[in-house]
């Protein structure tokens, strides 16, 4: 699903009227018309420094997005942008669910930063590696909290009790956060060769249908592998449990982080830093005032979420945001060691740009 929460008109340009005769130019014609190719290149610069650039970013749904809703809801990057020296800049945010959907959206092009599970960007890091056109770096961490498998089935209180009947719904098959870390939960709890075991009773269902689904009963679906608000919505419900909750099993993991192309990196690394200073104050400002950054999710996000319940969830200690990714090695080993990846980085940090290691937050 992809929505547009912005974007900028086009001014079509009138054709112009058929090529004249011209008569043969004096040498006073020409010295005027050199003067005047002369002034227009001297002038151009400051014309091409005058047009705003539009830089895209997307984001999500789930709390896991929150400082890029906050850098959007108090223009964050277009005033560290401005200090960085960029002039004018714009921003056409992008709503996006699954990281099929955000992938795709990058590989054709159409983002500058994308927000993303750290699985889907670790898998697309590994496979455009060295390819210029498609190459993509990191750029920060984002956010870190717990997936909780919840169900609405009474008979489901572990991974052993799915069967072929169950229905899990997960944003994006096999490649998606929700997909992936609850591949690695299984690998954990049934053994590393049963990791694919429910993988074939997942559904891609975004987020918010999903919750419907389970709390309705619909659509054959059983159980949900999600992030708060949703798991923390569907468990109010009369008949819904927890079978697992992530923390559990693999500790505290970073579970969505932000890239780029590696060309705009490489070349607009003012960019990189008006991101990563844009996203650090966002940081601050959800640390230092809750009740704020609640209130900019509530009005945000579209959800049936109450304030008081996001200031809930922000008071989990499991739930933190950061420009630093944490634990990444962990889903590159489990990556490499069922074969969606065939090289492996030595570093967490040699997937991100240095501009992050060089980064001093405020």
């Known amino acids: ?40 290149a001297a002038l151009a ?13 997307s984001k999500g749904y789930g709390l896991l997005y929150l400082p890029l809703l906050v850098m959007e809801k108090r223009h964050l990057f277009e005033r560290h942008a401005a200090r960085q020296g960029l002039g004018a800049v714009s921003v056409d945010w992008t709503l996006l669910d699954g990281g099929n959907s955000v992938d795709d959206a990058m590989m054709a092009g159409t983002l500058d930063f994308a927000a993303v599970g750290a699985p889907g960007f670790i898998e697309l890091w590994a496979r455009a590696r060295g390819i210029p056109n498609v190459e993509v770096i990191g750029v920060s961490g984002l956010s ?11 008979r489901i209180v572990s991974l052993s009790d ?8 997960v944003p994006g ?20 060769k049963h990791f694919a075991r429910l993988d074939s009773i997942t559904v891609s269902l975004p987020h918010p249908q999903a919750v419907q689904a389970l709390v309705r009963h619909e659509n054959g679906i059983t159980a949900h592998f999600a992030s708060p608000p949703f798991s923390a919505l569907e468990l109010k419900h009369a008949g819904i449990h927890r079978v697992v909750n992530s923390i559990d099993v693999l500790g505290s993991l970073t579970l969505d982080v932000v890239y780029a192309p590696k060309r705009l990196v490489d070349a607009e690394p003012a960019l990189v830093r008006a ?17 704020a950054a609640a209130a900019i999710y509530v009005a945000a996000s579209g959800l049936d ?26 889903y590159v080993d489990f990556l490499y060691m069922v074969g969606t990846i065939k090289s492996r980085p030595r570093a967490w940090n040699e997937m991100f740009a240095p501009a992050l290691g060089a980064f001093q937050p405020s």
């Open 1 to 40: 699903m992809i929505t547009r929460t912005r974007g900028d008109g086009k001014i079509a340009r009138r054709a112009g009227s058929a090529r004249e005769r011209r008569a043969p130019a004096t040498p006073s014609a020409r010295r005027r018309a050199l003067v005047a190719a002369g002034l227009s």
């Open 45 to 57: 610069p400051a014309l091409v420094l005058a047009k705003a650039r539009t830089v895209r970013i």
């Open 144 to 154: 870190t909290t717990s997936l909780s498998l919840n169900t609405n089935q009474e």
């Open 162 to 169: 799915f069967t072929s009947a169950d229905r899990i719904a």
């Open 173 to 192: 098959i096999r490649t998606s956060l929700s997909a992936v870390v609850l591949q690695m939960v299984a690998s954990k709890l049934l053994g590393p």
């Open 275 to 291: 991101f990563l200073g844009a996203l650090d104050e966002a940081n601050r400002l959800i640390a230092q005032d809750r009740q």
């Open 305 to 330: 979420v109450s304030h008081e319940g996001v200031m809930q969830m922000l008071a989990a200690p499991e739930t933190r945001f950061s420009v630093w990714p944490e634990q990444l090695m962990q």
